[in-house]
């Protein structure tokens, strides 16, 4: 097995294990999530692609959670190489659940990305490194109860790693009218002047069957596990459900 794949295995294994820990006397919540995306890449030129992404995500019974607008300008460097110098998204957190968060909180979103792609027999893998300047509202309460709006000044950063592999199952390679099995998993450091928690905050586990319909459409619904530890670490959440991508892919280069 090749050197990528092991350090693949390491990292899921590593990741895993922190996902299950559940120390005495943190507050948990277990609860359902439904999630959806969006997601079109927009070839420019033979080096450059365009990506515009939706994000609606729900927890408890179709409850707002979160919503994403996701953009990014991605650089292929090589076959197996490509690079996102810089992107941007907003976001929009609601309070939900049975954990809510005291206001809704918004946010600006810069970040990065190194992405590396490769195979090994059927099995299509890739390893999606991401650097997150994140800019989030700050509001408070008076004693009167009126809130006050302080602007977008929680300043914190997050680091996240994800392995994804997929692997086809009714052909030898992914192409049209191509199913496949999806894997993924994902995991989240964050750091700032209010976090105070600062080992791995949040782990995503995803499994599922997907459908190449043609050369540009595909849609992979599975069962997605997150785990949200909250900013000091007293908090957690074990949201269990359902995800469902769509992506659509097309070309301006006429190359």
């Known amino acids: 097995m090749k050197l990528s794949s092991l350090c693949s295995l390491y990292v899921y294994l590593f990741t895993l294990m922190t996902a299950t820990a ?8 277990d609860q359902s999530l439904e999630w959806f995306s969006i997601t079109s890449n927009i070839q420019v030129s033979s080096k450059v692609t365009l990506m515009v992404e939706g994000q609606f995500r729900y927890a408890g019974a179709f409850q707002p959670s979160q919503n994403q607008a996701r953009t990014a300008l991605e650089i292929k460097l090589n076959d197996h190489l490509s690079i996102v110098p810089i992107a941007y998204v907003y976001t929009w957190n609601y309070r939900y659940g049975k954990q809510p968060a005291g206001f809704e909180n918004h946010e600006h979103r810069i970040w990065h990305q190194v992405f590396y792609k490769h195979a090994w027999r059927k099995l299509r893998m890739d390893h999606r490194l991401r650097f997150e300047h994140r800019f989030i509202q700050s509001r408070t309460m008076d004693r009167g109860g009126d809130v006050a709006y302080n602007g977008y000044d929680n300043r914190q950063f997050r680091i996240r790693y994800r392995f ?10 992914i192409g049209p009218r191509t199913w496949f099995l999806g894997f993924y998993d994902e995991v989240f450091i964050s750091w700032g002047k209010s976090v105070t928690f600062h080992e791995p905050d949040q782990n995503r586990l995803f499994a599922g069957p997907g459908y190449q319909v043609d050369g540009k459409l595909s849609v992979l619904p599975g069962f997605l596990y997150q ?13 269990l459900g359902v995800q469902v991508m769509f992506t659509y892919n097309f070309t301006l280069n006429k190359e």
């Open 227 to 239: 785990m949200l530890i909250k900013e000091n670490g007293a908090k957690q959440e074990n949201n």
């Open 164 to 173: 994804m592999t997929r692997l086809p199952i009714n052909n030898s390679e």
């Open 22 to 29: 559940q120390p005495a006397g943190r507050e948990i919540a």
